[in-house]
């Protein structure tokens, strides 16, 4: 082998292991994942709906079954606006987050047409205690998660939405609600695995089945839909916050929900 090709297949070698090592994107099955869902019942987790006081867990929304935890709304006759957030009760600030998921059923009948097939991650999250009661959402970064439909080709899942927040993209500061990712689209009830990259230097990755779709960097107070006398100056930059899973009116199901806190590694 000649001098020269050995150099150039050491120099890609080096830039692959930088890349993923900076994105997080590799196989980590070895690592010490904790399990934020035990799989038998909802300890560890706070229940914020609106229009109800903290931990009113109406109509049984959030319940687990068989070992999956369910987004379910068999005891609803109409959905009134009763969106809904499910926290868990610790902040983090430097992990991946690795969620099973998949959408099951029919939405209840009264649900926005938007939140069809519809449920997201809510990292960087404000606590639920804090939140009021009317709020709909929590002040956060959302990992939009989309089912297809029948009547679009395309729909893309881990997309991006900041509910009272803003990211910069490409050195450019987002203030759009959401925006798509580049993943494909997922029809039927089939499970899919998304992973949340979140760097505490402020750099943040959306996985789903092991490709990434999506970047945006400095996660931030700010934005249109940010609740009046809110703590926190618009501006502000959020390194750490709660992880939370929505309830917007589509039964949902999650298998498997786990982090690994690089924070550790360091």
């Known amino acids: 082998m000649k001098l020269t090709t050995l150099l150039l297949m050491m120099t890609f070698l080096v830039s692959c292991n930088t890349a993923s090592k900076k994105t997080g994107n590799k196989e980590t099955d070895n690592e010490d994942w904790i399990q ?15 229009g ?17 935890l369910r987004v379910s ?17 610790k902040k983090f600030s430097d992990y991946i987050l690795r969620v099973e998921y998949r959408f099951v059923g029919k939405q209840v009948p009264g649900g926005p ?27 956060s970064i959302e990992v939009q998660l ?10 893309p899942t881990a997309n991006l939405c900041t509910p009272g927040t803003n990211v910069v993209m490409d ?10 990712s580049t993943s494909k689209t997922y029809f039927g009830d089939q499970w899919v695995t998304v992973k949340v990259i979140v760097h505490a230097d402020g750099d943040i990755y959306h996985v789903i089945e092991g490709d990434t ?42 298998r498997k929900i786990e982090l690994l806190d690089l924070s550790k590694k360091k």
């Open 36 to 50: 934020l869902f035990n799989g038998k019942d909802l300890t560890g987790w706070d229940i914020k709906l609106s």
């Open 52 to 68: 109800y006081e903290l931990n009113d867990n109406f109509n049984n929304t959030f319940r687990v079954e068989n070992g999956i």
């Open 73 to 89: 709304y068999d005891n609803y006759d109409k959905f009134n606006n009763e969106f809904g957030h499910i926290f868990y009760n």
């Open 113 to 139: 047409g938007w939140a069809k097939r519809n449920n997201g991650l809510m990292i960087h999250s404000q606590s639920a205690q804090s939140m009021k009661t009317d709020q709909d959402f929590p002040v």
């Open 146 to 155: 989309l089912g297809g439909l029948e009547d679009q080709k395309e729909r």
């Open 171 to 180: 050195g450019e500061l987002i203030t759009r609600h959401c925006t798509p």
């Open 213 to 254: 779709v999506m970047h945006y960097s400095k996660p931030q107070v700010g934005g249109g839909h940010l609740p009046e006398d809110f703590p926190l100056p618009e501006g502000t930059l959020l390194k750490e916050g709660y992880i939370a899973l929505q309830a917007e009116s589509h039964p949902t199901e999650f």
